[in-house]
């Protein structure tokens, strides 16, 4: 039996304030299209308050939300729209771990550039659900 192509799927992915302040921009984006998938939407701003809160919702109450919040806003960031086959876990697969030193492992973004749980360098959505919600959010006229 001959597999089936796998579905495509768009992701939101943030290159996050600390990577754009280290000039990771470029690097970033090579590996996302190395890896194969395109870039529907690309935009450097600075997030709104309200944009980051909404993103980061489901971490309201944690004891590291007021300083993730605070990170995520303190200065531009690289917000993009990816697509591609199974582009949710492709990214993630890219990106490593959330914590760079105990989870990503060497060749993904965050093992060969982090070295802090917060300042993780990207984001990327964590479903298919996720990122329609975010991409909404991040995107309003796609
Ligand atoms: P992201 O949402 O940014 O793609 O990262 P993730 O799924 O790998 O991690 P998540 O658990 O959703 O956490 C969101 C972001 O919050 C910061 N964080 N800090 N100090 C801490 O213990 C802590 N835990 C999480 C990181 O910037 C993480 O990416
Ligand atoms: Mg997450």
Do not use: C
């Amino acid at each position: 039996m001959t597999e089936q192509p796998a579905t495509q799927e768009r992701t939101l992915v943030l290159i996050k304030p600390d990577a754009v302040a280290r000039g990771y921009v470029g690097e970033i984006l090579a590996r996302i299209e190395r890896k194969g998938l395109r870039l529907a939407a690309l935009e450097l701003k600075v997030a709104p308050n309200e944009v980051a809160q909404q993103h980061y919702a489901e971490h309201e109450g944690r004891p590291f939300y007021p300083s993730l919040l605070e990170f995520i806003t303190s200065g531009p960031l690289v917000a993009a729209v990816v697509e591609g086959p199974r582009a949710v876990a492709a990214f993630r697969q890219l990106a490593g771990g959330t914590d760079p030193v105990e989870k990503a492992i060497p060749g993904t973004i965050r093992g060969d550039f982090g070295l802090e749980t917060q300042e993780n360098l990207v984001h990327g959505s964590d479903s298919v659900e996720s990122a329609e919600r975010e991409i909404a959010l991040w995107f309003p006229a796609l």
